[in-house]
């Protein structure tokens, strides 16, 4: 059963892969060199050095495009993987029907991956000064991931306990644990990501994407998930159908 779960997880960590990395290569990569080269028109000024130059840059984008397409497929096929094992252990806990419970999941896992470290660590564009090493970001993304994983939690038990007897109530109950951690962790933290030299307009664009972009992630593997599932019971009952439609011949016979 595990392994069942895990090889949809897989697959549709692939599909979400695939279609993020298309993202990264229309919309991502080209709005990342836009941020650097508007950087480097605002603090230094820009001048081509020739064929050399354009060649050279052109090499660059090539490989930085297949580093990311690569990177963020390999992303997704992992965050697949942890999706389906999680669910595995978790489902019965999950509020909702079998459908439900993936998109549950799938939004404690953005909450818990990715929305609650960025209220400390944004998306940094290019040219961003850190304000910390990245041994140092790392142990803040580590335990803001462990303090997302404690709010997922909450809000799902909070709303298990009240949903039954008021709906409406299960869902406040369940909203307060988030609530309170995106209005507490950015007051409590420092700035760690300055963009002193992109606009804030374009660093503010450059951050909206990057948050949706990986909130469709976690869309496309419960989406794709709960298709697989679904695939896989039809042609089980099928296959049982067919078996005691044999088994009944047989008999008759």
Not at 108 to 117: H, I, K, N, R, Y
Request: proline share 6%; no cysteine; charged share 10%.
């Amino acid at each position: 059963m595990i392994y069942d779960y895990l090889q949809r997880g897989v697959l549709a960590g692939v599909g979400a892969g695939i279609a993020y990395g298309l993202y990264m290569l229309l919309v991502g990569n080209p709005l990342s060199e836009y941020a650097h080269e508007a950087g480097h028109d605002h603090g230094h000024g820009h001048e081509h050095a020739g064929h050399g130059h354009e060649q050279a840059h052109a090499v660059s984008e090539t490989t930085t495009a297949i580093v990311s397409v690569g990177s963020g497929i390999l992303w997704a096929i992992f965050l697949g993987g942890l999706f389906a094992l999680t669910l595995y252990l978790f489902e019965p806990a999950l509020p909702g029907t079998s459908d439900v419970k993936s998109f549950v999941l799938a939004g404690a896992g953005f909450l818990t991956v990715s929305a609650t470290p960025w209220l400390v660590l944004p998306p940094a564009t290019p040219g961003a000064e850190q304000l910390y090493t990245i041994e140092t970001r790392l142990a803040i993304y580590v335990g803001l991931v462990a303090v997302g994983a404690i709010v997922s939690a909450m809000a799902i038990l909070a709303y298990n306990r009240l949903a039954p007897r008021h709906p409406a109530a299960g869902v406040v109950a369940g909203a307060i644990p988030i609530a309170a951690v995106v209005s507490v962790v950015p007051l409590a933290t420092p700035t760690v990501v300055t963009h002193p030299e992109l606009p804030s307009a374009l660093v503010a664009v450059y951050q909206s994407l990057a948050i949706l972009s990986q909130a469709a992630i976690w869309l496309v593997l419960a989406t794709t998930f709960n298709w697989l599932q679904r695939r896989a019971a039809s042609t089980t009952n099928s296959h049982t159908q067919s078996t005691d439609s044999h088994e009944t011949t047989a008999t008759g016979s």
